[in-house]
């Protein structure tokens, strides 16, 4: 058995790694690393979760934003953006439509828009737990004040999704605005936690200026502040960005890190997100069988998503088309995963 392997099997049996061997199971990937550390993350994750996926479907109320983060298609600065808000009526009509066909938990997300105000989302959490009363409600609505955190973990959400974008601070302040930080993020995070809430976070594989010493810092992070959700994505430009002719983040290593974290967390929830299938051909597939659980579905609505351009839904010849929710559960049961 290899160093490599050797690596592998630390991770299983202490959920670390210290910081220069986790650098040298990212530089050195390789398929037969690949697959081994697949197949132990499938394990620890058949374990944990009983070979189950749930289904989260992202409900998108609306695509204002009051920031201008250079990564972002919703930035405040981007005047060719068609913006809208949802209506009551729209979202409850998504969340049925949802909940007819098995998901379990919607996110509901947005840019950062002031006037999603903390009533106006406790208005929304309550009215779709009305209807949908077992189904996990999941917020991912950008840094907001702790007494609107805690006022929607009273009325029934549950979870929420706040990125800390970089635990290099030099890293950070080369992808997001002067007005924010890695501390400030960090501080947020700790308040969600404080309350209770099922913590999320998300890291961009590939995303412009980063390291390979930057990735390390942001999985060590993660796992220091067990991070309850977690959404391992790829970078994809998004036009009328400053980033928007770099090159996108590469699938098989989002993948790679999927697996390393679910090792390192293993009860979390490990996101399968629909940014994947942009730069690898049943991306969301993969993940689960590299250690995700939870699938996330986009709203089948082709003017919703074009708005909520955070990222291009192309890249190259691949062409993120809306979800064909059959399918994908089709697929994944083949592979034998259950609901």
């Not at 737990?129 to 955190?149: M, V």
Request: charged fraction near 25%; proline fraction near 2%; hydrophobic fraction near 40%.
């Amino acid at each position: 058995m290899g160093a490599m392997s050797n690596l592998v099997n630390k991770l299983v049996a202490t959920g670390n790694l210290e910081e220069e061997e986790l650098t040298e199971l990212l530089q050195f990937r390789n398929e037969e690393t690949s697959q081994y550390l697949y197949e132990q993350a499938q394990m620890i994750c058949n374990k944990k979760k009983n070979k189950k996926v749930e289904i989260w479907g992202r409900i998108l109320l609306g695509n204002f934003c009051k920031n201008d983060c250079k990564m972002c298609g919703l930035q405040r600065g981007n005047r060719f953006v068609k913006r809208y808000r949802m209506d009551m009526d729209h979202i409850l009509r998504l969340c049925h439509d949802f909940d007819a066909q098995g998901v379990k938990g919607f996110v509901l997300e947005s840019g950062n828009d002031p006037l999603l105000g903390e009533e106006k989302i406790a208005e929304i959490i309550l009215a779709i737990h009305s209807h949908h009363p077992k189904t996990k409600i999941i917020l991912a609505l950008g840094e907001k004040n702790e007494g609107a955190y805690l006022h929607w973990k009273t009325v029934g959400a549950v979870g929420y999704l706040l990125a800390h974008g970089s635990a290099n601070e030099n890293h950070f302040k080369k992808i997001y605005p002067a007005n924010t930080s890695f501390l400030l993020k960090k501080q947020h995070q700790w308040q969600l936690r404080n309350i209770e809430y099922l913590l999320g976070d998300e890291l961009l594989v590939g995303i412009p200026y980063q390291t390979v010493k930057d990735v390390v810092d942001d999985l060590r992070y993660m796992k220091e502040q067990g991070v309850n959700i977690i959404d391992i994505r790829t970078f994809m430009p998004a036009l009328h960005t400053v980033f928007e002719r770099e090159r996108s983040g590469n699938g098989d290593m989002a993948i790679y890190i999927m697996a390393i974290m679910r090792l390192m967390l293993p009860n979390a929830y490990i996101l399968a997100d629909p940014v994947l299938e942009c730069v690898k051909k049943n991306g969301r597939v993969q993940a689960l069988e590299a250690g995700a659980d939870v699938l996330i579905v986009d709203v089948p609505e082709a003017d919703i998503l074009s708005s909520y351009c955070v990222y291009q839904r192309k890249s190259g010849r691949m062409q993120l088309g809306l979800d064909d929710l059959d399918q994908l559960k089709m697929q994944i049961q083949e592979k034998g995963f259950q609901f």
